[in-house]
C-alpha cells in the first residue's frame, strides 16, 4: 500500500500548492485592478479592486463579469474615458494571467511550466473550458502514479506476469 499512501501524499501537495497558485494569481488581479482604477481615477479604488479580485476566485467568471458591464455603463453614460480604461486594464488582467497562469500553477504543483502550459492546452482541446483545471490535474495524477512506480510495475506484470 505504499505506493497508494505516496499518490495520496502527492496529489495532497499538489491541491496546496494549486489552491496557493490561486491565491497568488487572485493577489496579482486585485493589486493591477487597484493600480488600474486609481490611475483612472476612481473613489474607492481599493475597496473595488479587493471586490474585483475577490470575484476573480469564481471560475469561468473571472474580472470582465465586473469590468465589462461597468465599461458598458460608463459609455452608456458618456464617461468614455473610463470606458476605454476599463476595457484597457481588463485586457492588462488578460494579458498578465495569461502569461503568469503557467508558470505559477506550475511551480506551485511542482511540474514544469511547459508541461503544465501543454496539459491546460491538451485540457481545453479535449474537454473545452473544464479542462483547463482538468488537464493539470490529469497530468498531476498521472506525475503521482509515475513517482510511486505504478507504470513501472505495470510494465513489468505486463511483461513477466509478476510485480517486482
Not at 485586457?91 to 506550475?106: C, F, H, S, Y
Not at 511551480?107 to 503544465?116: A, K, N, Q, R, V
Request: charged fraction near 10%; charge should be positive.
Amino acid at each position: 500500500m505504499r505506493p497508494v499512501s505516496e499518490i495520496w501524499s502527492d496529489l495532497r501537495k499538489a491541491l496546496v500548492g494549486y489552491l496557493r497558485a490561486q491565491v497568488v494569481l487572485i493577489s496579482v488581479t486585485a493589486v493591477i485592478v487597484i493600480t488600474g482604477l486609481l490611475l483612472l481615477g476612481v473613489n474607492s479604488a481599493f475597496v473595488i479592486g479587493l471586490t474585483i479580485g475577490m470575484v476573480d476566485m469564481v471560475p469561468y467568471v473571472g474580472v470582465g463579469v465586473v469590468l465589462f458591464p461597468w465599461a458598458l455603463y460608463s459609455y452608456m453614460t458618456g464617461d468614455l474615458g473610463l470606458a476605454v480604461g476599463l476595457l484597457v486594464l481588463y485586457g492588462v488582467i488578460l494579458v498578465t494571467r495569461q502569461v503568469l497562469e503557467p508558470k505559477v500553477l506550475a511551480s506551485s504543483i511542482g511540474l514544469d511550466p511547459l508541461t503544465m502550459l501543454i496539459g491546460m492546452f491538451a485540457g481545453l482541446q479535449l474537454f473545452g473550458m473544464l479542462g483547463l483545471l482538468l488537464g493539470p490535474v490529469l497530468l498531476v495524477i498521472l506525475d503521482a502514479f509515475n513517482r510511486a512506480g505504478v507504470f513501472r510495475a505495470l510494465h513489468s506484470y505486463i511483461v513477466s506476469g509478476k510485480l517486482h
